[in-house]
T-cell receptor
Framework: DAKTTQPNSMESNEEEPVHLPCNHS???????IHWYRQLPSQGPEYVIH???SNVNNRMASLAIAEDRKSSTLILHRATLRDAAVYYC????????FGTGTRLQVFP | IAGITQAPTSQILAAGRRMTLRCTQD?????MYWYRQDLGLGLRLIHY???????GKGEVPDGYSVSRANTDDFPLTLASAVPSQTSVYFC?????????FGSGTRLTVV
């Protein structure tokens, strides 16, 4: 399982883009990069995942570095409902969570 | 909406008592997991099961046991609860690439 490093916290204003970084320098060639988020008092929920190519879905975009040692989760227009702890996880077999990044969104 | 059902939602338990947290899925996916989350911290994997009839230890298995008699149910048992097991417990299942989590059981051991 890859060790991931994320900033403890980030802030954003509503309607602005947010770039959440993650370093996973020990990731293996076959491990997927997963992003989950946890809203207050809820279980984690899936955001996005990818292997090598950049990925987009209705929630976010995932930009993966060419060497796969880092990735960035992009929220294109932050809303108050995006305030959560975001977890970057690098493995395929099972999810091992780190401490994540707590995102605060201000009106 | 398909998902994970956990019960109870919350429980206050006397130390030394036995407790089973229930987890049921409705999609018949093979892999299921139990996590605990202490206040202000990330989730830690307790036990997992890749398929019915098999289980494995996660990061913090001590004091907990699991069983997987069938595909849908994955109960977590605390044989003799201690205050350090006060936590929120999340069950999850793995579909194709995506993990789905339950709403959690908030357990307080006093």
């Amino acid at each position: 399982d890859a060790k991931t490093t994320q900033p403890n916290s980030m802030e954003s204003n509503e309607e602005e883009p947010v770039h959440l970084p993650c370093n996973h320098s020990t990731i293996s060639g076959t491990d997927y990069i997963h992003w989950y988020r946890q809203l207050p008092s809820q279980g984690p929920e899936y955001v996005i995942h990818g292997l090598t190519s950049n990925v987009n879905n209705r929630m976010a975009s995932l930009a993966i570095a060419e060497d796969r040692k880092s990735s960035t989760l992009i929220l294109h227009r932050a809303t108050l409902r995006d305030a959560a702890v975001y977890y970057c996880i690098g493995n395929t077999d099972k999810l091992i969570f780190g401490t994540g990044t707590r995102l605060q969104v201000f009106p | 909406i398909a998902g994970i059902t956990q019960a109870p939602t919350s429980q206050i338990l006397a130390a030394g008592r036995r407790m089973t947290l229930r987890c049921t899925q409705d999609m018949r996916h093979n892999a299921m997991y139990w996590y605990r989350q202490d206040l202000g911290l990330g989730l830690r994997l307790i036990h997992y099961s890749n398929t019915a009839g098999t289980t494995g230890k996660g990061e913090v298995p001590d004091g907990y046991s699991v069983s997987r008699a069938n595909t849908d149910d994955f109960p977590l048992t605390l044989a003799s609860a201690v205050p350090s097991q006060t936590s929120v417990y999340f069950c999850a299942r793995k579909g194709p690439f995506i993990y789905t989590f339950g709403s959690g059981t908030r357990l307080t051991v006093v």
